[in-house]
């Protein structure tokens, strides 16, 4: 319900024509029927010309189970997947404060005991994500390595003109052409990384970073970033 209000919402600020307002409604409708209507998910690209890329990005899609992703992959030979991870301890924390200011609850993880701090960052809310070793394997036994293309975030940060041209040659489409726009979008809440805090982050986490490691040893014909 949040998540389409503010769609809408923003989407209509300004003074639309009306067939746009009409399209906004309508995909917020079919947004919020049961994910397991028939057609929900094609039903977010309504509209997507025959000559355009659709991309989706969510955090929650490297968490779709092996034969889920073997069932997305038997639907197009076009679709094509990159996937985008950082360093864990940087990702769990951004991601663990956005999930408590989506959840309608303080962002401030510092106000947190020890213990609940723990079993936030161990649910099913933000761990998942983290497995990044699992996560790459199983695109590549659904996908094949040439549907798959693996992007460091910090890498990309560093130079994100490399990276949308190898993106663009990946998906087989001209070079984007103008500058990328360098602004933050979608930025979470600010916060500090206390000692305490890292602490804990550092001990669920670390471990992470050596999966990281392998997995960019493992498939760097794969790195694109």
Known sequence: MRKAKQFVEKETESNCP????RYLLQWAANYLRPVNTPGWYQDMFTGI??????????NLTCTIHAEGSQQVASLTDELRVTYCFRDPIARAFSHAKFHQRFAGRSSDLGALGTDE?????LSPNILPQSQTETHVETLVSALGEERVRLIQCEDMWTDPEMTTENICTFLGIPPLEGDIP????????????????????????????????RIREKYAHLMIS
């Open 18 to 21: 009306i067939y746009r307002y």
């Open 49 to 58: 010309r025959e000559d355009q890329w659709a991309a989706d990005f969510s």
């Open 117 to 121: 701090l723990r079993a936030l960052l």
């Open 182 to 213: 360098l602004e933050p979008v979608n930025v979470g809440p600010e916060a500090s990384m206390t000692p305490e805090l890292e602490a804990v982050f550092r001990d669920v986490f670390g471990p992470f970073a050596e999966a990281n490691a």
